[in-house]
């Protein structure tokens, strides 16, 4: 299928990279940017054909796919437009900002008979690959207890530009709570209840990267918090998600079983190690990992979603997982800021 990818900022490379060079069922034929020649730079360095207005990418008849890796606040707008054209969508995660604008852009999908993918990929990489099968082979037994630790001094200190990540729709837990949140839903299954309280430490944060050096950044949504969730299954999950903290002992995600425990690698990232730690066993044992995308293969997501519209089945990085997700994470937001418990009422898709 041939794609039209929207946004050629920090994340695009490794997808244009991926796009163009790894994957066999991908097509790039055009690239737009609000910054025309970031455009232009990116069809240059790939070998994309065309540079296009996004007006122009949406009336192309030969695109079949949009790829958004626009900013969070841009992705509901330009996944309406997509699907309004009739183009499959796949999106950077998150899905939209908010529940109300996820469930339109699902309908508006159903409606047109059009596919919705969203990132994070990586639950398709060799290391959740191989979690995935360890706990379909019983080896940990049935799972009662999971955590997740997302814990960074903030993207200010690297990202060439950060201010978006501290705005309404952005902070730890939208950011990189996908990551987290989807591999744990993949892996035990849907969420049903959660809780959360959070707190904004620093009201101003200093750019320490290049180019915005110096300036100034007004924090307008949570950068430390931690949640509790309540999985369909009956276990019960910990998480924190921090712009606000330094260093940290602590695993990615850790799966508690009745037999024993895994340790999962980080759901950023698509290889181990995978480590197991069996009932009455001395020590962990790391998982020889043979599954394939076990480097960053981002753009993974959008290969398999073609490849399941060719053959009617629903992607596993679907929109209907986003959405799920994307509630859980305004969930708990809910919570932060009204002090209570938010109830689920979307549910997983069904295999």
Known sequence: MKI????????????LKN?????????VVGVCDQVEEKAHQKARKYDIPQVMTLDQMLSNPKIDVVLNITVPKAHYEINRLALEAGKHIYCEKPLCITNAEAKEIM????????????APDTILGAGIQTCKELIERGEIGPIIGATGFMTCPGHEWWHPDPDFYYRKGGGPLLDMGPYYLTALVYLIGGISRVQGMGSIPQAQRVIHSEPKKGQM??????THITALMAFDQGCIGTMIMSFDTWY???????????????CVPDPNS????????????KKWTEVPISKP??????????????DSIQKGMLPISSGEMATHVLEVMN???????????HEIRTAMPKA
């Open 270 to 281: 698509f290889g181990g190690p995978v480590w197991i730690r069996k009932a009455h066993e």
């Open 19 to 27: 796009l163009t060079q790894v994957f066999s069922n991908t097509q």
């Open 331 to 341: 969930g708990i937001l809910t919570c932060v800021e009204k002090k209570n418990d």
């Open 4 to 15: 039209g990818v929207v946004g050629c900022g920090n994340i695009s490379d490794i997808y």
């Open 107 to 118: 309908d508006l999908a159903a409606e047109k008979k059009l596919q919705v993918g969203c």
């Open 293 to 306: 995308y076990n480097t960053n293969s981002r753009g993974l997501g959008l290969s398999e979603m073609i």
């Open 217 to 222: 950044i007004d924090v307008e949504t949570p």
């Open 248 to 262: 940290t002992h602590l695993p990615f995600i850790e799966l508690y079983g009745s037999k024993g425990s895994i």
